[in-house]
């Protein structure tokens, strides 16, 4: 997610990636936005999976399979993100929080609670205006939190080798 609204126009083959994206690769038939221009089901369940990881209240932890993909998460009801839940998903997706600019951005054109917190309705309209402006900007969201080109949440080398050291760091010999 960009800082700040930006107007831009959509692509004219939104299937394919924008120009800036690796030379050749394409999306495995994968559609971030349906025909009438809405979100597609499947990435609202990515996007449900990402809220979901930084909402309050918490929502519970998903169980690890024995493949070792993790199960999508899904907010609580009325689940929104705090001030702290905002910058922990900015943070992650972009490596900075957002400005204060663009917190009141936020709260001033979408939805939130009474106290100002996102709601998961709020944070479908960002993706809904990022992915008709900059359709590869989502799917660069999408791999910071481990969602492959078929919208597959999938373990990263980095989360392996976080594994492997806190196993090795709990030796059973």
């Known amino acids: 997610m960009r800082q700040g609204f930006e107007s831009g126009t959509q692509s004219p083959r939104p299937e394919t990636p924008e120009p800036s994206s690796i030379q050749g690769r394409r999306n495995t038939g994968v559609q971030l ?14 996007l449900k999976h990402i809220f979901a990881k930084y909402c309050t209240p918490p929502t519970p932890a998903a169980t690890v399979e024995d493949d070792r993909r993790t199960a999508l998460l899904e907010p609580l009801p009325n689940a929104y993100l705090s001030p702290e839940g905002l910058d922990a ?85």
């Open 89 to 173: 998903w900015a943070r992650d997706t972009n490596g900075s929080p957002f400005s204060q600019e663009t917190k009141d951005e936020l709260v001033e054109f979408l939805d939130v609670t009474d106290d100002g917190g996102l709601t998961f309705k709020g944070f479908m309209q960002i993706y809904q205006l990022q992915t008709e402006n900059d359709e590869e900007e989502t799917w660069k969201d999408l791999s910071s939190h481990g969602f492959d080109r078929s919208l597959e949440l999938v373990y990263t080398r980095r989360e392996d080798v976080e594994a492997e050291a806190r196993d090795d760091s709990n030796p059973t010999s």
């Open 33 to 46: 936005l349906d025909d009438e221009g809405a979100i597609s089901d499947q990435l609202e369940a990515c």
